[in-house]
């Protein structure tokens, strides 16, 4: 399919009307390039599609559509600079007079927002939407034209867990319509919660379909990567926490944003900080890297006093923050892996005479490559060609190499597979191991509470515990973070 790599080989999936099919597989599997084809951006070398029994050769997306054939891509694909309406009915506007109707557009885009419970104005430019609702317009125009099929490719990545109740409901919704589903996701909880079958590919090969009702995560990691995991999480010797505190904020505050936060965290410790969306915990780590400047109180860095004033001056202190909205910050897609990863701390890469040691560059860049286990042919390849996962690999690869003191990562492991997490956690235990103090967010409890030493519980941006996450219960963290304004 692409020269050099495989990207499809031998697949044989089937779809039922009105029933949703998980699609699973590691990063770089196949799956999006597979669906791809589906949807009419990709032609096939060989194979044939049926649809309800007939062959159909997919020329384009504009046939896939006609078809009734509809995709949500992973990666944004909305006009940044045109309105929501614009967008969801882009190549299919009512015309009057031989102009665009705009009325009867936003009329009709009013009407499908609303019909979703949406609370997003048709007249507005997307780039000033939030991500997630960005997202929620991506869905809204994939459901425009009344599909009989309709992909989506990691649909819930950029969405928080209201928002995915929200999808949730709207799937069960048009299941019970008779469209069909392909479902794509690195969430086994959302694959058990919505899908009928799960079909898995691995390095582009067809290895299975079973019945979602009949089958285990662990069933279905086997399938993926080809073996038994034993381990999700790999073991963290605690030995290595420092008894100081490396970064401490006092009663810090931004009115609005986070109220009276007071934290440390010390060399060699893994600090989760769990909540719901919206609770405030994004924007506390803003706040610690000078994105939402405090109005109030102090942060100490080794115990003196300091002023970080923007992000630039968060970076002068070694700290490093990854965040959720991978999508849009972080990689300069027509750029190569080698490139992307070092260019954040050129001055790692540069030889006595100042200038870049091009085998230098290669040589760190390799290094991530096999310890993250980075599907690329090579360190050359550019960005935009890699799996979504894998382009996620290297963003976090890009902000390891800047060797932080301090790194917060903002729900490191979305989009990312079961094997390629546990790499991460090695990862983070590894820098961890070497004094850095790390700030984990992560929406999911297991995660969070089999990786962090220190538990702090967000709600209503404040903090409003501290837990052992050795000895507390998913029920206690619950009871936590769902009270309402104390
Ligand atoms: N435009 C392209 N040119 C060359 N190779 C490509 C291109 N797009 C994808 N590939 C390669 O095809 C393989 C499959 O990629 P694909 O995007 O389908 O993976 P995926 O299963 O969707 O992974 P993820 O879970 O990370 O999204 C990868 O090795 C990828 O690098
Ligand atoms: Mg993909």
Do not use: C
């Not at 949703?20 to 597989?25: E, N, P, T």
């Not at 009325?103 to 927002?113: D, E, G, T, V, Y």
């Not at 919206?278 to 860095?301: A, C, P």
């Not at 690999?393 to 390629?420: H, Q």
């Amino acid at each position: 399919m692409f020269p050099g790599v495989v990207a499809l080989d031998g697949v044989n999936i089937s779809l039922e009307k009105g029933k949703a099919l998980a699609l699973l597989g590691e990063n770089g599997a196949g799956k999006s390039t597979l669906m791809k084809i589906l949807s009419g951006s990709y032609t096939p070398d060989e194979g044939e599609i049926y649809f309800f029994g007939d062959k159909v050769e997919i020329k384009d997306v504009v046939h896939a559509k006609d078809l009734g054939i509809s995709i949500i891509y992973q990666e944004l694909s909305l006009s940044p600079n045109m309105t929501v309406a614009e967008n969801i009915f882009a190549l299919q506007e009512p015309i009057r007079y031989g102009m665009i109707d705009d009325n009867a557009m936003n009329k009709k885009a009013r009407k499908l927002l609303a019909e979703l419970d949406l609370d997003i104005s048709p007249t507005k430019v997307v780039n000033e939407l939030s991500i997630s609702n960005q997202q929620m317009v991506e869905i809204v125009k994939a459901l425009s034209t009344n599909p009989k099929i309709i992909i989506m490719d990691e649909p819930t990545s950029a969405l928080s867990s209201k928002e995915t109740e929200k999808l949730y409901e709207i799937i069960n919704k048009l299941k019970s319509q008779g469209t069909s589903i392909i479902y794509i996701s690195h969430r086994m909880e959302e694959i058990f919660t919505i899908t009928d079958y799960v079909s898995v590919l691995r390095d582009g090969k067809y290895i299975g379909t079973v019945e979602t009702s009949k089958t285990t995560t662990d069933e279905l990691i086997k399938m993926m990567v080809g073996r038994e995991m034993d381990k999700v999480y790999p073991i963290k010797d605690f030995k290595f926490i420092k008894d100081e505190k490396l970064l401490e904020l006092k009663d810090y505050n931004k009115k609005g944003y986070y109220h009276g936060i007071n934290l440390f965290v010390r060399p060699g410790e893994i600090l989760g900080l769990y909540g719901l969306m919206g609770s405030g915990r994004t924007e506390i780590v803003q706040g610690i890297f000078g994105m939402l400047k405090k109005d109030k109180g102090d942060m100490f860095l080794h115990g003196k006093k300091v002023n970080v004033k923007n992000a630039f001056s968060a970076i002068e202190h070694k700290i490093a923050f990854v965040t959720e909205d991978r999508k849009h910050e972080g990689l300069v897609l027509s750029a190569s892996v080698y490139e992307n990863v070092t260019f954040a701390n050129i001055g790692k890469v540069l030889n006595k005479f100042k200038l870049i040691d091009h085998q230098k560059e290669v040589q760190i860049t390799k290094e991530h490559k096999d310890n993250l286990k980075i599907k690329t042919p090579n360190v050359y390849q550019t960005v935009n060609k890699l799996s979504g996962g894998n382009q996620q690999k290297i963003v976090l690869s890009k902000w390891f190499e800047i060797e932080p003191e301090i790194l917060i990562l903002d729900e490191p492991t979305r989009g990312i597979d079961v094997g390629a997490k546990f790499e991460i956690y090695k990862l983070m235990i590894e820098l961890a191991r070497k004094g850095v103090g790390i700030i984990l967010i992560s929406s999911e409890l297991p995660e969070i509470l089999n990786v962090s030493d220190r538990l702090l519980v967000v709600n209503d941006k404040k903090i409003v515990s501290e837990l052992d996450p050795k000895n507390t219960t998913q029920e206690e963290i619950m009871s936590y973070i769902t009270k309402r304004g104390e």
